[in-house]
């Protein structure tokens, strides 16, 4: 009985493990896409007349 449950918490465990570094690599691509498209709307902001 303890080896079964063991064997999910084994399971579970790497699951999350796998899941948290996915969520840090999809965080870190989309800070940067951020980073990017906001330097563009700064050096574009000249070009902008009312």
């Known amino acids: 009985m303890n080896e079964k449950v063991y064997k999910t918490m084994k399971n579970i465990g790497g699951w999350n493990i796998a ?3 996915v969520l840090i ?3 870190v691509a989309i800070g940067v896409l951020q980073i990017v498209h906001g330097g563009k709307l700064l050096n574009d902001k000249k070009d902008i007349t009312f």
């Open 25 to 27: 690599v999809v965080s």
């Open 19 to 21: 899941l948290g570094v």
